[in-house]
């Protein structure tokens, strides 16, 4: 009942509604880059900024920290399904992996589970070797830059600032479980620290973009602070259907739908994609850029013929791995009362006052890892399973099928379990987002391939069997942790745990960890793999550039929100610098 009452409650405080004809910069999407974006550069009153985002304001279930499922599949999500996946997938409906996306003034930091993790040092590096300027050393001044870090614990303080506009602190419910399980990490060779410092390879509690046990989303962070800034527009519920050139190919313009009608207006600078790691490539290959033989199947005209949809990537894991465990301290959905939300209601207070049960990270060395200061699984324990709510909630929002749930997930929904999610670092598996039609409200077909390079599944098995050693440590049998008894629907003629046993439960429950990038990647002037360059600029056209997450080269370590940001911080300098070099004038 709390939860329908509060859904329909908006959090309206970014209120401009105004169009005017013509705009310094446009920016398409106002989600976690793209929020970043208008508040940096309407900074400068000299530049006039117009933000469109397709979806509305969040509402008030937005801010609660325990119920990041319950906004997926209504209006605040894009509703993303993938194509039938051939090696992955098996025990979803259709062989189809759901893929939420914020259609929402934020984004999907509206939708996220909150976490807060920057990536590896040697992500970034390895960005710079194609990309000139975004190292590590480049990209640690804009993490710090918009962060406010409220966390007491943590002492690297090179690696960290206050006083941003971003909120990162740590849930303040302080579940038993959260100790016992940096123990059982200990015991595994993972000391407890902070893996946005000096070293990843550590276990511990999760930072997160939270402020005073809500949500800090990017519009509160960013946007609503800046009400009333006369020089930046936006307008929500506005549905961007081309971006315009001219004849020399510079971006002139945008059109999109809002209140019934069909707008366009111009840019004198550039027009600023930060929809997505999916509607930023579909946008531009419904402008004409893109692969030169989808758009001509199309009857798009051709702009510039780049490999627009290409690259694309998103880390993967599976919710099989579940135990039990014989004390309370899980979020057990009959065990949660009216009391609890009460308390969470008014003092943010409570069981209610953390990411969706996510508790502890770690990050951890399969044999097939090379390099030790470059871990590739990421180890996200949960005080909840699939189980946890009846049975209802995580099935709805994944789309397992009703056999997977009948056989897996009913027989525990009394018991306290616990879920050890492996989730694979530097996915090998490269998929594709294409235009389905030249139509812009129809959905793109996006194909991630999942678990189609075999070394992909090689790395998640040896992932799976460090879950299943942490729950075998003397810490975690203190609480009586127990791998379920049951065996994952088609993978029972497998002896239970073995490699093939493993292989078959990812096969069978391969679960996104929300994370898609790569499809507009960036690279160096030479590299025909490349959309945008160091820049950010589009190639082969002008006045356009993409600043989301679909321009990462690479895959990172570890959710991406984080550097999304960064992505935003980083380009709305180089724009910025870029307009102080001319003055303001447009470049020649």
């Known amino acids: 009942m709390f939860l329908k009452l509060i859904y329909f409650l908006p959090l309206v405080l970014v209120v401009s509604q105004e169009i005017n004809q013509q705009y310094d910069y446009v920016i398409v999407g106002g989600g976690s880059a793209g929020s970043v974006v208008a508040n940096r550069l309407s900074k400068n009153a000299k530049i006039k900024v117009l933000l469109l985002e397709a979806g509305e304001h969040p509402n008030l279930i937005s801010e609660a920290l325990a119920f990041p499922l319950h906004l997926q599949k209504?209006?605040?999500?894009?509703?993303?399904?993938?194509?039938?996946?051939?090696?992955?997938?098996l025990g979803y409906n259709d062989q189809r992996s759901s893929w939420p996306r914020g259609k929402v003034l934020g984004g999907s930091s509206v939708l996220n589970y909150m976490v807060y993790v920057r990536g590896n040092?040697?992500?970034?590096?390895?960005?710079?070797?194609?990309?000139?300027?975004?190292s590590y050393k480049d990209v640690l001044p804009y993490f710090k830059k918009s962060e406010d870090n409220r966390i007491p614990e943590i002492t690297e303080k090179d690696y960290h600032s206050v006083g941003g506009e971003l909120t990162?602190?740590?849930?303040?419910?302080?579940?038993?479980?959260?100790?016992?399980?940096?123990?059982?990490?200990?015991?595994?060779?993972?000391?407890?620290?902070?893996?946005?410092?000096?070293?990843?390879?550590?276990?511990?509690?999760?930072?997160?973009?939270i402020r005073d046990g809500r949500r800090c989303s990017t519009k509160k962070a960013f946007l609503d602070p800046i009400v009333g800034r006369r020089n930046l527009d936006i307008l929500t519920s506005a549905f961007v259907t081309k971006i315009n050139f001219d004849y020399n190919k510079r971006a002139i313009g945008v059109t999109f739908d809002y209140d019934g009608k069909t707008i366009t207006v111009s840019v004198r600078r550039e027009v600023i994609l930060s929809a997505g790691a999916i509607n930023s490539p579909q946008l531009l290959m419904l402008s004409g850029i893109g692969p030169k033989e989808e758009l001509e199947k199309l009857q798009i005209p051709l702009i510039a013929n780049l490999p627009v949809g290409k690259n694309l990537q998103?880390?993967?894991?599976?919710?099989?791995?579940?135990?039990?465990?014989?004390?309370?301290?899980?979020m057990l959905k009959s065990r949660i009362s009216v009391d609890d939300f009460l308390s969470y209601l008014k003092n943010q207070e409570g069981i209610l006052n953390t990411l969706g049960g996510t508790d502890i990270i770690g990050f951890v060395n399969t044999k097939y890892n090379k390099i030790e200061e470059w871990p590739d699984i990421q180890l996200v324990l949960l005080s909840a399973s699939l189980a946890s709510d009846g049975g209802s909630v995580f099935k709805d929002a994944i789309g397992l099928s009703d056999q997977i749930v009948k056989e897996y997930v009913i027989p525990y929904i009394n018991n306290d379990t616990i879920t050890?999610?492996?989730?694979?670092?530097?996915?090998?598996?490269?998929?594709?987002?294409?235009?389905?039609?030249?139509?812009?409200?129809?959905?793109?077909?996006?194909?991630?391939?999942?678990?189609s390079h075999p070394d992909d599944l090689k790395v998640l098995v040896e992932g799976t069997k460090?879950?299943?050693?942490?729950?075998?440590?003397?810490?975690?049998?203190?609480?009586?942790?127990?791998?379920?008894?049951?065996?994952?629907?088609?993978?029972?003629?497998y002896e239970k745990f073995s490699d093939d046993y493993l292989a078959c439960a990812l096969r069978i429950n391969t679960q996104t960890s929300y994370h898609p990038m790569g499809t507009c990647k960036m690279g160096s002037s030479d590299d025909l793999k490349a959309v945008v360059d160091p820049?950010?600029?589009?190639?082969?056209?002008?006045?356009?550039?993409?600043?989301?997450?679909?321009?990462?080269?690479s895959m990172i370590s570890g959710n991406i929100n984080a550097a999304v940001i960064m992505i935003g911080e980083?380009?709305?300098?180089?724009?910025?610098?870029?307009?102080?070099?001319?003055?303001?004038?447009e470049e020649l």
């Not at 820049?535 to 990462?552: F, Q």
């Not at 980083?570 to 003055?583: A, R, T, V, Y």
């Open 168 to 209: 990162i602190d740590k849930s303040s419910y302080e579940n038993p479980i959260k100790k016992v399980i940096l123990e059982a990490g200990e015991e595994l060779g993972y000391p407890t620290g902070d893996y946005n410092g000096a070293s990843q390879k550590v276990f511990s509690e999760v930072q997160a973009t």
């Open 466 to 493: 460090i879950c299943l050693d942490l729950f075998s440590t003397s810490a975690m049998k203190k609480i009586g942790t127990k791998p379920v008894d049951a065996a994952v629907p088609g993978c029972e003629k």
């Open 535 to 553: 820049n950010l600029k589009v190639k082969g056209v002008k006045g356009l550039r993409v600043i989301d997450a679909s321009i990462m080269p």
């Open 420 to 451: 050890c999610l492996p989730i694979l670092q530097r996915p090998k598996s490269k998929g594709v987002i294409r235009l389905n039609s030249n139509n812009p409200y129809d959905h793109p077909v996006i194909d991630p391939k999942y678990l």
């Open 314 to 330: 998103d880390h993967i894991t599976t919710m099989f791995v579940i135990a039990t465990m014989e004390l309370p301290y899980t």
């Open 121 to 134: 040092k040697r992500d970034f590096d390895q960005w710079a070797e194609g990309a000139t300027g975004w």
């Open 570 to 585: 980083k380009g709305s300098d180089l724009i910025l610098d870029e307009f102080e070099k001319f003055n303001g004038k």
């Open 74 to 89: 209504t209006k605040y999500d894009w509703k993303y399904k993938t194509t039938k996946q051939n090696d992955s997938c």
